[in-house]
């Protein structure tokens, strides 16, 4: 549902009509042009305002009827009535009924809904096989549309004017998707989020598809409601906007007043006749699908099930009461944040083209200025987003796929809004943690376990020989990863990472499609008030606090691939994972130690261990050695004289750099500590279970292994020293 903000109303006025009118011909939309209907009566005026609300004042119920061949609902008299834009958003009308009437409501609902049209190829087939003149014209209206706009492109080319007329032809790309209707105004949308594709210009002309389109007669909208629900308008709502609030590719927004509750919601209301539409429009486009897949050898992707994925959503977006299912159940997952707000659905007043939500008073977040004047920060916004997006995408794997910015709204108090759940995917739990995984290969430039991930994730069969892949990899991303992490640029990634994917066997699923799509939408918006920003940067701290902290044996794996290389520690890549790891204000000192605990004593950690201990030794050396030396250069110089040796450790001499390498080893692990003691949520008591499975008798023999280590290792100090000859210090356990 696109809902957007509306300015404040002006004082509360009335204005009556008493002479009889058909409803939904007062008002015209804010949002775009509109198709001719019949002017307004002289004497009833309203000021332009999107907050205005029509109040039904008569007596009779209306009936439907039809006058040349269209359906309008016959009325009595109405009055006008400007709504106060302070009263905020309703409560939950869960807070007004127990779950069980709530339940209830859905399972009516979900019976009006029984009818809902679902895609399928076969029936499209039977359908419009047998209709080849409608399907020539529909055919010939698109090629006329496209091949006009590409012959323009092709003499601006020639003349050298491509780049001069970008924006010119953008505008006009956008003003043909709209007149081609539903269907192509939903692959403008989805252009419009692919910068990978479309230069700027064409971004931002194809962005205004979101919910700048026209809208269809109120009438026919305000029927379809009483159609639906089966209940008269007057008995449903004590007012309801004269004209739509804003205006979808499948339908068209109303506020409105209920009038059981006096809640305050948002109508969303299906347009006529788009089943018709779409469902010829993909019957085309699957054709053209498997002339391609046919006949054009450079493009290695299944077409034709690239477009069935597209139009099974587009199909489920046609059935209202599925959208209240995915907007409750993307409520019961993420709006437990305080910052994320998701509306709740009025299932009495929902059938399969009727949809009632409750309303959401924002600001779009694309509208920085507007923002800015509420005192938020767009940034912290963008920043919300991507934590609930990577939420989403990587923990509980059901995501919304459609968040243009007309589907994201800044409320007053700060919360971000979700809106619009028609289109929502699924990422496989296994390609979840794949992705994760590919993270870590990608830091530790582990190109053989990168490729091998490409299975995981589904881009490659099983038979398809990944060795060829490698070097490619290797080529992009050591020229990526000479940045920090702070400075990749998520675009950068995607669009290089394309040009490798291009070049062998790939096929990319459509969830990650769609998780590009997010992401990119995300930074997008970031770069309005930022420039410089990074969604990378800005996903870093989830995805270490999840290395971290998750128990799963795939994370853990990787968790222990990313910090031990050849044998050693990388105290550097613990330390770094820390510092972003509490950048994530879900992350906690203690979660963080039990899967490392887990591992170590695992039966089938012996390795593990056997790398855990010789750490520790050297640690525990670093430590106590550091502290003699510290100790030593606190001594006056006069008696450092006194010292065997003259070394700047006194008793023991080390060689070239090994002092420095202890100290920073040392100075490393105290940072950590100080790291995890300076959490917010640090407790003492967390290291309890550390005491515990000290006690168990695998961690008495780990804890006897690392004071036996650690004792050779100062006995061969000692013993080199009273040689005073340089021997090789190998007493590691």
Same mark, same amino acid.
């Given at each position: 549902m696109v809902v957007v903000a509306t300015p404040p109303a002006a004082a509360s006025h009335s204005v009556s009509c008493s002479s009889p009118r058909r409803l939904g011909l007062a008002g015209a939309s804010s949002r775009g042009p509109t198709p001719a209907r019949p002017r307004r009566p002289a004497q009833v005026r309203v000021p332009p305002t999107l907050g205005?609300?029509?109040?039904?004042?008569?007596?009779?119920?209306?009936?439907v009827v039809r006058q040349g061949g269209a359906i309008g609902t016959d009325v009595g008299s109405y009055s006008i009535q400007l709504a106060d834009r302070g009263n905020g958003?309703?409560?939950?009308?869960?807070?007004?009924?127990?779950?069980?009437?709530?339940?209830?409501?859905?399972?009516?609902?979900?019976?009006?809904?029984?009818?809902?049209?679902?895609?399928?190829?076969?029936?499209?087939?039977?359908?419009?096989?047998?209709r080849p003149i409608k399907v020539a014209q529909r055919a010939m209206e698109i090629l006329t549309a496209l091949g006009r706009f590409a012959v323009k492109l092709l003499l601006d080319e020639r003349s050298g004017q491509l780049d001069q007329r970008k924006r010119q032809r953008a505008a006009e790309l956008r003003e043909i998707f709209t007149s081609l209707g539903p269907t192509f105004v939903k692959i403008g949308q989805g252009l419009s989020t692919r910068p990978d594709i479309c230069p700027p210009e064409y971004l931002e002309e194809l962005s205004e598809l979101q919910d700048a389109l026209p809208t269809f007669p109120d009438a026919e909208a305000l029927s379809c409601i009483e159609r639906e629900l089966g209940l008269p308008l007057d008995s449903i709502y004590s007012s309801i906007s004269p004209s739509p609030i804003a205006a979808a590719s499948l339908g068209q927004v109303y506020k409105a007043r209920l009038k059981s509750t006096g809640q305050i919601v948002a109508v969303k209301v299906q347009r006529p006749g788009i089943e018709e539409a779409i469902g010829l429009d993909f019957f085309l486009l699957r054709g053209l699908g498997s002339l391609i897949n046919k006949y054009v050898d450079f493009i290695t992707s299944d077409v034709v099930a690239l477009i069935d994925e597209f139009a099974r959503r587009v199909y489920q977006e046609l059935n209202y009461v599925q959208e209240g299912q995915n907007a409750?159940?993307?409520?019961?997952?993420?709006?437990?944040?305080?910052?994320?707000?998701?509306?709740?659905?009025?299932?009495?007043?929902?059938?399969?083209k009727v949809l009632t939500m409750e309303w959401v008073d924002g600001?779009?977040?694309?509208?920085?200025?507007?923002?800015?004047?509420?005192?938020?920060?767009?940034?912290?916004l963008v920043n919300t987003g991507i934590q609930c997006s990577l939420r989403q995408l990587l923990e509980y794997g059901y995501f919304h796929a459609d968040p243009h910015p007309g589907n994201l709204l800044a409320t007053p108090e700060g919360k971000l809004a979700f809106l619009d759940f028609g289109m929502m995917s699924e990422t496989p739990e296994e390609a979840r943690l794949a992705i994760i995984g590919h993270v870590v290969h990608m830091v530790n430039r582990d190109y053989e376990a990168m490729a091998q991930d490409y299975y995981a994730l589904d881009f490659l069969a099983p038979d398809v020989d990944v060795s060829p892949i490698v070097p490619a990899l290797r080529n992009f991303f050591d020229d990526v990863l000479n940045s920090t992490v702070s400075e990749l640029n998520f675009k950068t990634i995607v669009d290089g990472l394309g040009?490798?994917?291009?070049?062998?066997?790939f096929t990319v699923p459509a969830y990650y499609a769609l998780i590009l799509r997010s992401l990119t939408v995300l930074e997008g918006l970031a770069l309005y008030a930022d420039p410089n920003f990074k969604v990378l940067a800005a996903s870093y701290p989830y995805f270490a606090k999840r290395l971290l902290t998750d128990q799963n044996p795939y994370l853990r794996d990787a968790l222990i691939e990313l910090i031990f290389k050849d044998g050693r520690f990388r105290w550097n890549r613990l330390e770094n994972l820390l510092v972003q790891g509490r950048k994530d204000r879900d992350f906690t000192t203690k979660d963080a130690l039990q899967p490392v605990l887990k591992l170590l004593?695992?039966?089938?950690?012996?390795? /593990?261990?056997?790398?855990?201990?010789?750490?520790? !030794?050297? #640690?525990?050396?670093?430590?106590?050695?550091?502290?003699?030396?510290?100790?030593?250069k606190s001594i006056p110089q006069f008696m450092r004289a006194l010292a065997p040796n003259g070394s700047s450790l006194g008793p023991f001499k080390l060689k070239d750099g090994e002092q420095e390498r202890m100290l920073e080893l040392r100075d490393r692990v105290f940072r950590i500590w100080i790291l995890l003691r300076s959490s917010e949520n640090f407790d003492p008591s967390i290291l309890q279970p550390v005491l515990q499975v000290l006690q168990e008798p695998e961690g008495r023999n780990l804890g006897g292994r690392v004071v036996g280590g650690i004792s050779q290792r100062l006995?061969?100090? /000692?013993?080199?020293?009273?040689?005073?000859?340089? !021997?090789? #210090?190998?007493g590691t356990p």
């Open positions: 205005a609300l029509v109040e039904a004042t008569r007596q009779t119920s209306p009936a958003a309703a409560s939950s009308p869960a807070s007004l009924r127990d779950r069980t009437d709530d339940m209830q409501a859905e399972t009516r609902a979900l019976g009006r809904a029984v009818g809902a049209t679902v895609y399928t190829p076969e029936l499209l087939a039977d359908k419009y096989g047998s409750r159940k993307f409520k019961k997952l993420y709006a437990d944040k305080e910052d994320v707000l998701v509306p709740d659905i009025y299932w009495d007043y929902t059938s399969a600001i779009k977040l694309n509208d920085q200025e507007a923002i800015e004047k509420q005192g938020l920060k767009l940034l912290d040009n490798v994917l291009y070049q062998f066997p004593l695992d039966p089938d950690g012996e390795e /593990l261990r056997a790398l855990v201990v010789k750490e520790a !030794v050297y #640690v525990t050396e670093a430590v106590a050695l550091g502290t003699m030396i510290d100790t030593y006995a061969a100090r /000692l013993l080199q020293q009273l040689l005073m000859s340089p !021997v090789s #210090v190998n």
